[in-house]
């Protein structure tokens, strides 16, 4: 593309993560040029290709053309403007020329999508995801690498219970932070937004939707979105190209012309979305809570409506659920889901309700992210966990997958090591997890 970002990296010639409708964005893997061969070097170039304009439907409509471009724009600029640990972090700010897009990331892997196609197509000898193929899909899957690293090459690996919730609490903080902080409804949580770093943690993109919203409260006061779904004049399906998924958008986004908004849409996108992850791949056809395709308005609003009430039952062929102490937690599941999934916006839980919800609270997770801010602690906290921490991975099956504790239990572990007064505690939990 002779971008001149481009020029400053080594770029894979292989695609990373193929682009489409809903991510819009080819992703490749690229090095600096001017650093060695470490990790910490490779990056991921989101690029986009301008001959995409040349093309139906958007050679015949400027207007199409300049929407597409504009939202284009603005999630390269919002990374720029907005840092959170759970957010995309940019490293180059977005180069516009006259024959592409391009803006650079911190690595990541996949996108949550990818993981979802994987899991329904396990022997699928690791063709790559188009976004533009419909349908959300049923479970998520990362991939192991021959050295042991979590990748995109190799075979695929399950994620665990436990890493789909730590996941999920990774989304929720990102949307706090927009809601809360950056005073943003972001309008386009999907799985084509959600990427996955090395490490498996999950990371909120897709910023080209979202838009000011100032007020308090869960829903705030509904105001008109910058998009309408099939809207009056047009071809629908062109329409398709410059608006979120309408599967995974709140009922108000396309209630009318333009659609209505407020942090409470968020909710709704997300609570989908973590319905669909946890039905897992048993689920089958019944994993697509809303069956309808994307330029449908009529159908889309008609099943919203009857979304409730959800029953433990849908998730009885969930791989997630199959143990003890994981079905114990489906009551508070599905009062979670169906606050969330309500079609009354002012019914929804606010972000931060979401973020304490009971589902969250068991003993395992709790554990897991304390862990995962263990470098925050004083020493005494931190001797205590560790004391705790060892009869847990022991005894809870939970913790017995080897994504899990290679991804969110080493990590931590190892940098207890810098504190030569904690080697008694950590050195016994870092033996079990390499025995495991």
């Not at 669909?276 to 056809?285: D, F, M, N, P, T």
């Not at 809303?290 to 449908?296: A, H, P, Q, V």
């Amino acid at each position: 593309m002779g971008n001149p970002l481009l020029k400053l990296y080594s770029v894979d010639k292989e695609k990373a993560i193929d682009g489409g409708r809903f991510l819009r964005w080819t992703i490749y893997r690229g090095q600096q040029k001017d650093r060695s061969s470490s990790a910490s070097s490779l990056v991921s170039l989101f690029c986009f290709d301008k001959k995409a304009l040349t093309v139906s439907p958007f050679s015949s409509s400027p207007s199409l053309r300049s929407s597409l471009l504009s939202l284009l724009q603005q999630e390269a600029q919002l990374l720029q403007r907005l840092r959170h640990p759970q957010l995309l972090h940019l490293v180059e700010p977005l180069q516009d020329d006259k024959n592409s897009l391009v803006f650079c990331t911190r690595l990541v892997e996949t996108t949550l999508r990818e993981q979802l196609y994987e899991q329904c197509r396990p022997h699928s000898g690791g063709r790559g995801l188009s976004s533009s193929e419909a349908g959300p899909y049923s479970s998520a899957y990362t991939r192991e690498s021959e050295d042991g690293g979590s990748s995109t090459r190799g075979k695929i690996v399950p994620l665990s219970l436990l890493e789909i919730k730590s996941g999920l609490l990774d989304l929720g903080e990102a949307l706090q932070f927009l809601h809360a902080d950056a005073q943003l409804v972001h309008l386009n949580v999907n799985p084509d937004s959600v990427f996955f770093t090395p490490k498996g943690q999950w990371r909120l993109g897709g910023l080209g939707f979202a838009q000011e919203i100032i007020g308090d409260g869960s829903a705030g006061k509904l105001v008109d979105c910058g998009f309408s779904f099939g809207a009056p004049s047009g071809s629908a399906q062109a329409q398709v190209s410059v608006v979120p998924p309408l599967y995974y958008s709140a009922p108000e986004l396309a209630a009318s012309h333009p659609g209505k908004c407020c942090r409470a849409s968020d909710i709704f996108s997300l609570g989908l979305l973590m319905a669909e992850v946890l039905l897992g791949a048993g689920a089958g056809s019944e994993a697509r809570l809303l069956k309808t395709n994307e330029w449908d308005v009529s159908a889309h609003q008609a099943q919203c409506q009857r979304l409730l009430p959800l029953r433990s039952t849908m998730f009885a062929n969930s791989p997630y659920f199959s143990m003890p102490s994981a079905a114990a937690s489906l009551p508070t599941l599905i009062a979670l889901l169906s606050s969330m999934l309500s079609p009354d916006p002012s019914q929804r839980p606010s972000i931060e309700q979401f973020l304490r919800s009971p589902f969250f609270q068991d003993m395992n997770m709790r554990a897991l992210r304390f862990l995962e801010s263990l470098h925050e602690k004083d020493e005494s906290q931190k001797i205590q966990f560790l004391k705790g921490f060892l009869p847990l991975l022991q005894q809870q099956e939970e913790f017995h997958h080897t994504n899990l504790l290679r991804n969110r239990v080493v990590g931590p572990l190892l940098d207890a090591l810098a504190f030569p007064a904690l080697y008694p505690f950590v050195l016994p939990n870092l033996f079990f997890v390499i025995k495991q």
